[in-house]
C-alpha cells in the first residue's frame, strides 16, 4: 500500500498529489552525494598522476588532460548547484539538460582515467613498470561514482525520487523527434522550343538566283518579257552580231506607216516588241547588272564592251563572259557596236 493522496481537478480527474522531496538545504540528496564525490577528486588532482615522485605532474600541469578528466565534471557541478540557486537560470547546455550534460561529463571523465591505467598496464607488461600513482586510481572510481550518481541514479531508490514528478516542458529542438525525409523530386525538363523559320535575306535571294543562272537550260524572262525564249535561241546569233543600223529603215517606215493610217491593221504593241538579235554595248560609267528581282549580279563599265543578248526597250537582256545573265535597266548613253 501507498501512501500517496489523491486529489480531484476541476474535470473530474483523478490526479496524484506531489509527494515532499527532502534534502539538505535547496539540494537534493543525490546533488549533495555528487558535490562531495566532486570535491574530493578535485582535491586529488592536484597530486602527481605518474609514479611515486613528487617532482611528477599532476593532470593539471601534463597538457589539456585536465579539461576532461576534471574540467567538463567540474562545470556540470557548478552548473547543478546554479540550478538549484537561481531556478530561471541555465536551464540546458546546449540541447542537454542539466543532468543529461552531468552525465555525459562524468562518463567521458571516466574513460579517460581508465585509459591511463590502461596504457599503464600495457607498459607493466612489456617490463618497463607501472607508469600510473595511487591518485589515478582515486580519481577513477570518484569518476565512476559520479557516473552512478548521474546516469544510474533514476534506478537507484535513494535518488530516484529526485526525478519523479519534474513539470513537463518543451523539448529543445534538437532533441525533438527528427523529421521525416521526403525524397526529392526529379526535374522538370523543359521543353524544346521550336526552330524559327528562315527570315528573308537578300544574301539568300542572291544565291539562289545565282544557282538558276548555273542550271542546264535557264530561261530569260521577267516582268517585261512578253515571250519566253530559251537560251539556245538567245546564243544563237551571239557568234554574228549585226549592226542595229540595219532594221532602223524598216522600223522608220513601219512607224511612219503607222502615223499616217490608223486604221491600220499594225497592232501597236509590235512597235515595242523586243529584239531577240545579240549586239555589243558600251556603256559611258560602271552599271549595276541586276537579276529578276533587282539584286546585283555583276558590273559593266567604260572599260569592256558587254553582250547584250536581247533589246526589250527600257532593259537590255546582258551575258557575263562567265555565263552569267542579268538585266541592265539605265539604257541611256549606251553605244553600240
Known sequence: ??????DTGIDGAVVAEEQPQYGVG?????????????????VVSFFPIYGPFESA????????????????????????ALRRLSPQGIRRVGSLGIDQFASVAFSVSTVLWLSILWNSFVRLSVGQGFLASWVVWVEFFLMLAGVV????????????????DRPEIPAHRSARP??????????????????????????AVAEAGA???????????????????????????????APAAANEPAQARESFEHVENPTSTVEPAAATAP????????????RDIVDEIGIPVFRIGPGA??????????????????????????VSGVTRG
Not at 192 to 200: I, N, Q, T
Not at 213 to 241: G, K, R
Open 275 to 286: 529584239q531577240h538579235q545579240a549586239f555589243w554595248a558600251l556603256v559611258p560609267e560602271e
Open 1 to 6: 500500500m501507498t501512501d500517496e493522496k489523491q
Open 305 to 330: 564592251w558587254a553582250l547584250v543578248i536581247e533589246d526589250r526597250g527600257e532593259v537590255f537582256v546582258v551575258r557575263h563572259e562567265d555565263g552569267r545573265i542579268g538585266y541592265l535597266h539605265d
Open 211 to 241: 544557282e538558276a543562272a548555273a542550271s542546264p537550260e535557264p530561261v530569260a524572262t521577267d516582268e517585261f518579257a512578253t515571250t519566253v525564249i530559251p537560251l539556245e535561241e538567245q546564243l544563237a546569233p551571239a557568234e554574228e552580231p
Open 178 to 203: 527528427v523529421r521525416r525525409v521526403s525524397p526529392r523530386p526529379a526535374p522538370v525538363r523543359p521543353e524544346p522550343e521550336p526552330e524559327p523559320e528562315p527570315e528573308y535575306t537578300p544574301y
Open 149 to 164: 550518481l548521474t546516469v544510474g541514479a533514476p534506478l537507484i531508490a535513494p535518488f530516484a525520487q529526485d526525478f519523479r
Open 26 to 42: 535547496p539540494f537534493s540528496i543525490r546533488e549533495v552525494a555528487l558535490a562531495g564525490t566532486w570535491i574530493v577528486a578535485f
Open 57 to 80: 605532474p599532476s593532470v593539471w600541469t601534463s597538457g589539456i588532460d585536465w579539461v576532461l578528466t576534471i574540467g567538463v565534471p567540474t562545470v556540470a557541478v557548478f552548473l547543478i
